[in-house]
């Protein structure tokens, strides 16, 4: 038995010494040898974001970039040959004006996508679905035709899965008829941070900036 506990604890700090490189410098190779040692599961993702906040505390808010970058990369390396993952999240600030954001990666984690822009007055429920149907609706201009595409929405995600003739449900379903195949999943909103933040950013500057539409990038972060 103590065998068995020091060999996890050995293990835990090997992950750990991997994780904290990856957030140092998330270059690929680092990236790659995070999931070499474990696969991409939502507990070595809330690993990762657990040593990202604690190295915020300590010294400053760029392991917090390098989190989000890294987290894309571990659920983009979940994704079947010829898929792209997805992350959308809406904000609703005073008299609900609504905000909509998210991201699209490839396999490898490359962004391919941002969405940041006001969705004008919507509850709260009807603004993810505005999300969620803005990104999927800009990704076949991007190439993109298999899409999976995170929420932190359960009852989005549910209502997707079980009354998908739902009226309210019409934005989505068009702009899902427009891929060969479109999957919802459920994510912490702990790991959504890319996108809420591109979400509120569009409900608080939309009136300062204007609308800005989705649009192919290159490399970030």
Known sequence: MRRESEGRRKAAAKMNAL????????????????LAAASPTEALIERVRRRAAAKARQGGLRPLAARERLVRALYAAALRPGWHAAW??????????AGIGGI??????RVR???????????PFNAEIAAAAALTAAAPRAGITRLRLH??????SELW?????????APLRAAAHRLERLELRV?????????????RDGAIGARATGQSPARRVGEID
């Open 161 to 169: 899965s079980r009354r998908r003739s739902d009226p309210r449900l």
């Open 151 to 156: 929420t932190d929405c359960r009852a989005l």
């Open 187 to 199: 994510v912490p909103r702990l790991h959504n941070q890319t996108a809420n933040r591109l979400a």
């Open 104 to 109: 699209v990666t490839d396999g490898a984690g």
């Open 113 to 123: 996508l941002r969405l940041r822009r006001s969705a004008g007055t919507l509850p």
């Open 88 to 97: 959308t999240d809406a904000s609703v600030v005073e008299r609900q004006a």
């Open 19 to 34: 994780v904290d490189r990856a957030l140092a410098r998330p270059a690929p190779d680092r990236i790659k040898a995070v």
